[in-house]
């Protein structure tokens, strides 16, 4: 048996299963979970829960140990992205026959993110993972959400609007390049979050978005020539759409349903500096 510890994620459901191609996932919240809330509340990093898949062990083939252990790294990311924290393993239990001094590269690093509200979406984690991490990969893999995960968690310990920005940008390439392999022809920057909409019935983001994108990358400067003498209220308010435009697309690939909006302009602003903006 295999036995991880989970870190930092935050949820009331003592326990679920995520099944997989190798056993299924068993996830179970720690005992001493409320005390150990309290202090990623407060910023730190720790263990709330521990997976155990009783069939990795020491006779598993190689190919099977990868297939479990990536469909459990593909199982944290999206509980990061429904929690709004870094859900990642963090070293082996004492209560697993195997046992790992450190964890492969292909396993995110724990980091500590405070501040961002889960999404609010219909159903429980056991629920959703009950379909299965084979279906539900299914759908991932030619969305590379696994790369766009990865992203959207390093985004959300940025320092600024510029940083966060830049980010999301990453992000929305990698929506635009799979709309290429989708479509099989060139499709440019913003026609690629424009395609994605109409593919999962979304309300596209405005020019707004493109013309900031662009003031960014060129310029260094969230308002320039295309995006010129805007507030820092302005341009939070195009982030906000943006991470709210993410949420929607992540979701409707993963088929979570249309949860309410999380991100809101109040905390955007208020929340982090705006570098490039004129004081």
């Known amino acids: 048996m295999l036995e991880l510890w989970i870190t930092d994620l935050k949820s009331k459901e003592k326990a679920f ?4 191609s190798v056993g299924s996932w068993e996830f179970q919240q720690r005992e001493d979970y409320l005390e150990i809330l309290q202090k990623i509340q407060e910023g730190q990093c720790a263990p709330t829960y521990y997976a155990a898949n009783a069939a990795v062990d020491h006779s ?3 190919a099977d140990f990868i297939a479990a252990t990536d469909e459990l790294i593909d199982s944290c ?3 990061s992205f ?3 924290a870094c859900v990642t393993p963090r070293g082996s239990t004492q209560a697993s026959t195997l046992q790992f001094a450190q964890l492969g590269d292909a396993f995110i690093r724990p980091r500590a993110i ?3 509200d889960p999404l609010l979406i219909s159903g429980s984690y056991g629920q959703y993972f009950s379909k299965g991490m084979p279906a539900i990969r299914a759908a991932m893999l030619p969305r590379r959400l696994r ?3 990865s992203h959207w968690i390093s985004g959300l310990t940025c320092f ?3 940083d966060l920005f830049l980010s999301l940008g990453v992000q929305m390439d990698i929506v635009k390049q799979c709309e290429i392999a989708a479509a099989g022809t060139k499709i440019d920057y913003f026609p690629g979050m424009q395609a994605a909409s109409a593919r999962y019935g979304l309300t596209p983001l405005t020019r707004d978005y493109k013309d900031m994108r662009n003031d960014i990358v060129h310029e260094g400067r969230l308002s320039g020539t295309n995006f010129p003498s805007k507030t820092k209220a302005q341009c939070a308010s195009v982030i906000v759409d943006t991470l709210n435009w993410i949420d929607l697309y992540v979701c409707a690939v993963l088929g979570l ?3 309410p909006a999380r991100w809101r302009l109040h905390d955007l602003q208020h929340g982090l500096p705006a570098l490039s903006l004129a004081q």
């Open 114 to 116: 405070a501040g961002v």
């Open 17 to 20: 299963d995520v099944p997989g």
């Open 60 to 62: 598993i083939s190689d």
């Open 257 to 259: 349903g249309t949860p």
């Open 82 to 84: 429904l929690s709004g």
């Open 147 to 149: 790369l766009f995960l």
């Open 77 to 79: 990311l999206i509980l």
């Open 160 to 162: 600024s609007l510029e």
